[in-house]
């Protein structure tokens, strides 16, 4: 005896309804992350390193000193260059050119235009950011995964009662991804570098920075295929 195959749009006793359900949603970001650059250059290599290494303490110890309020701080690259002589023949090295990037996290706004302003004053430092976002496993993504199913089931409704019948039985649930596809965020503060040395300025401290947090969009998509009663046609 042979097993009839099942047919993928369903029968005229059994039809099949599918639906695709969306959901987006517009939340406060959760972290926040800036981007530090020290830079260093001397014309002695040992000089130069000692010089990047202070000031790469002083960094660190800066945000560390924000105690619970940064999440997490991170070292990338670490770099030094020997910039050689444009003039003359032979490799005749010019200065040494040396940098650290740090990657900070905070969850604390308040505190994060304060600091920004604060490593921005130091001496040859560089501050990006910030960049808003939402942790990966943000309720958020719960939240939208499942409104989307919601609308899926709601939409799948409306069909069959437009047909005079009713859904029976959920046949498959298929899961797009929800995921945090916010627009890049444009670099709130810029590119903050610090002051030289000298100068009355260096004196008086910047005000901190007022930085009004970037919402985030939350997007989730699910496809959905139900059977339903036969319809009253």
Do not use: C
């Amino acid at each position: 005896m042979t097993t009839p195959t099942p047919t993928p749009y369903g029968t005229p006793d059994s039809p099949r309804v599918a639906v695709r359900g969306e959901a987006r949603l517009e939340v406060d970001p959760e972290i926040a992350r800036i981007g530090i650059t020290v830079n260093a250059r001397g014309t002695d290599r040992k000089a130069a390193l000692q010089d990047l290494t202070r000031r790469n303490a002083a960094v660190l110890d800066l945000v560390k000193s924000y105690g619970e309020a940064v999440e997490k701080l991170e070292t990338g690259a670490f770099v030094i260059t020997p910039q050689l002589t444009h003039k003359g023949r032979g490799e005749r090295i010019r200065a040494y050119h040396g940098r650290v990037h740090v990657t900070a996290t905070l969850t604390d706004f308040t505190a994060l235009g304060e600091l920004a302003t604060r490593l921005a004053d130091l001496e040859l430092t560089t501050v990006q950011g910030p960049w808003w976002a939402l942790r990966p496993d943000s309720p958020a993504h719960r939240d939208a995964r499942q409104q989307a199913v919601r609308e899926a089931v709601q939409r799948a409704r409306e069909y069959a009662a437009a047909l005079g019948a009713r859904l029976v039985a959920l046949l498959e649930l298929a899961d797009e991804g929800a995921e945090n596809l916010a627009r890049p965020a444009p670099p709130g503060l810029g590119s903050m570098r610090s002051r030289g040395h000298g100068g009355a300025m260096e004196a008086a401290e910047a005000p901190p920075l007022d930085l009004e947090p970037q919402r985030q969009t939350v997007y989730a998509h699910v496809n959905a295929r139900f059977t339903m009663s036969p319809p009253q046609l």
